[in-house]
């Protein structure tokens, strides 16, 4: 099923997190709980107060920096226009902001089929630990009864209560780091059967073969969507349609987020325009 969601139709929230400092978030579009394939898409807002120290995940990551930086030490820092893929099982950061931050946030379960573990778990996951323990900085503390405390990563002891078994951490399929793309450094390239379509591929991770990349619409020009697909419009505007007899889905704007589902589906440039695409895992 399609989705589609504009920002004019939502509010920035304050969110809950396992993290230090200030978190404000719009939350967007969501998988289906339970599923190896389970996403999590949202614009997060975090400021100079933010802490995170390095840590690693059982999901896949894709960023997109869209306002002031994000510095994650000799990872590097994503700046406004980067595009970030962090594989699962790999350490990343520690994480600081310099000021304030927006950025998009895609978390989906990857190639290891460990999946996703849901936003409203999550919540209820911090609400049930904060009973017996604090977070502190992206730490879990719970002090113990001879003295000092026993220390672990916010998400780690979220995951590992709300599941009731050890996390296992994947191996990453040999990546070392994550990947800070600039969409710049790509070429545009003609989409075959599609006249006023350009896309830049950004690279192809992991072997459920996760796709990243951009597509640019003149206007009144029409692009094929890949199925099980997230994008996120940088620029332009237009409608989503699954077929020419049938009427738009919905209109969308800059900041507007679209998941295609198993729908065959086309985007339609009202004018020019901008779409970070990513495909889903193969799983």
Known sequence: MVQILNLRDLQMI?????????????????????????????????????????????????????????????????????????????????????????????????????????EAAFQRGIAELKQKGRFEGGIYKVDKPEGGTRNQDAYEAVWEHVNGRRLRYPEGEGAQAPAFLQPEDFPWQPSPGEPGVERRLLGRFSSAQTALSVLRLAAGASASLSPNAVLFVMKGSGDVTTGEDKPPQGDWERYSSIYTGDSAVRLVAWTESEVVQVRLPQL
């Open 14 to 118: 304050e969110r809950v997190h396992a993290r230090g400092g200030r978190f404000r978030y719009y939350p967007l579009l969501a998988g289906q709980e339970g599923a190896p394939g389970n996403f999590f898409l949202q614009l997060s807002n975090t400021f100079d107060d933010f802490a995170s120290p390095r840590h690693r995940h059982n999901f896949d990551q894709v960023r997109i920096q869209l306002q002031g930086d994000a510095d994650f030490a000799r990872d590097g820092v994503m700046r406004p226009g980067t595009i970030g893929y962090f594989p699962e099982g790999v350490f990343y950061g520690p994480q600081t902001i310099a000021g304030e931050s927006l950025t998009l946030v895609l978390q989906f379960g990857g190639a290891s089929g460990s999946g996703y573990l849901s």
